[in-house]
């Protein structure tokens, strides 16, 4: 059950927070001749990372001349990839509810079902864990590349040190570093359920039949068939009658069975 309600929310929670992102970092340079400044230089990017694509225009402090320049890196494989898994997940997670609620029956007929769900639960726990290793990986060269100061090193202007380069605003990443903890998060969660999963599968029944215990409640030779019983029990052995007499010494009908010890008597 957590499954199903968790799944869903932390596979919208880690796309959301990553796909839907947008920033932008404000640059200062103050230039030695104070007309060719510029205070506000912004820079704006958004998912999906492509960096290098990112352009915007610099003072040389050099007259009014101006040049361009992009921002470095491209970090797009590793964010489309997490979204992209994201995506899948949730759509899976909700395909599965469904499954769950309406189609019991059908989920367990065969056994299919289980094992379809088993395999696919490991698959998505494994492509969480890469996702996510990977985008947390991404995102810091994301840090690294729209940090102001490397940024303004890109800017021949502030290379010279009669011109002052100075950060305005730096980008907040809380939404991105968001992203990454719901992703291990959403790994952590499908692992542990693969174990629940797994006990639905005929693997797991079939593994818990064990072999009787042939030691368990087998007859004892000596407790039914032996002396308890026919040796000197009350039915049979000695203690039956007929086998030496009760009376006497050639006694009555009993000493040497039935018929023999009668006619000695007779005899005497």
């Not at 230089?41 to 492509?50: E, K, L, S, V």
């Not at 995102?139 to 305005?168: F, G, H, R």
Request: glycine fraction near 8%; hydrophobic fraction near 40%.
């Amino acid at each position: 059950m957590c499954m199903v309600i968790f799944a869903p929310l932390f596979a919208i929670f880690a796309f959301a927070t990553c796909g839907g992102y947008s920033g932008g970092l404000r640059l200062s340079v103050d230039c030695a001749n104070k007309s060719e400044s510029d205070f506000n230089i912004d820079i704006a990017f958004a998912y999906p990372f492509r960096l290098h694509q990112v352009n915007f225009d610099a003072p040389t402090c050099e007259g009014k001349r101006r040049e361009k320049l992009s921002l470095i890196g491209d970090f797009s494989s590793s964010a489309e990839f997490f979204v992209t898994i994201a995506v899948f997940a949730f759509l899976y997670s909700l395909a599965a509810t469904v499954v769950y609620i309406f189609f019991q029956n059908k989920y367990r007929e065969n056994n299919r079902g289980p094992l379809i769900d088993f395999i696919v639960t490991v698959v998505f726990s494994f492509l969480w864990l890469v996702s996510s290793s990977a985008w947390a990986k991404g995102l810091s060269d994301v840090k690294i590349a729209t940090d102001p100061d490397e940024v303004l090193l890109l800017m021949s202007a502030c290379k010279q040190q009669s011109n002052k380069c100075l950060p305005v605003r730096s980008p907040v990443m809380s939404s991105l570093n968001t992203s990454v903890v719901f992703g291990f998060l959403n790994f952590i969660l499908w692992a542990g359920n693969i174990w629940f999963v797994f006990k639905e599968t005929g693997w797991h029944s079939s593994g818990q039949r064990h072999p009787p215990d042939t030691m368990e409640k087998q007859p004892s030779g000596y407790n039914q068939g032996g002396y308890n019983q026919d040796s000197y029990g009350p039915d049979g052995g000695y203690n039956q009658p007929g086998s030496y007499g009760q009376v006497g010494e050639y006694g009555q009908s009993q000493s040497y069975g039935q018929s023999g010890p009668t006619s000695f008597a007779n005899q005497i």
